[in-house]
């Protein structure tokens, strides 16, 4: 592996690596609500994402779950996070996961 790419973490720690991004993982409440590469239903959705502020933050979410068939059902929660993917030259998000539930 290269070695720019397997210290990234360090670098970024101490300073070497610099980025304007904040990384974040956000969780909300919702329903997939359309067929598509995730089955139907009520899901918490969580994505990891590296943006300028929550503002940003919030944008990606809504965005993503519009391109999933995702409707958000109230808030979406973001936390600061320790990253497991780099920053890179543009806001992004990955790890895109759903955790289902049944509705009372």
Do not use: C
Not at 40 to 55: H, P, Q
Not at 60 to 71: E, I
Not at 84 to 103: N, S
């Amino acid at each position: 592996m290269n070695e720019e790419i397997k210290n990234w973490k360090l670098k970024l720690r101490y300073g070497k690596l610099t980025t304007i991004y904040q990384h974040f993982t956000s969780i909300t409440e919702g329903v997939v609500a359309k067929e598509s590469d995730y089955a139907v239903g009520n899901a918490f959705m969580a994505l990891k994402m590296w943006v300028k502020d929550d503002s940003e933050a919030i944008d990606l979410v809504s965005s993503v779950a519009k391109q999933v068939g995702f409707v958000i059902k109230d808030k979406v929660e973001l936390f600061n996070t320790d990253p497991i993917q780099p920053p890179q030259q543009e806001p992004y998000g990955y790890d895109l996961k759903f955790t289902y539930f049944k509705a009372d």
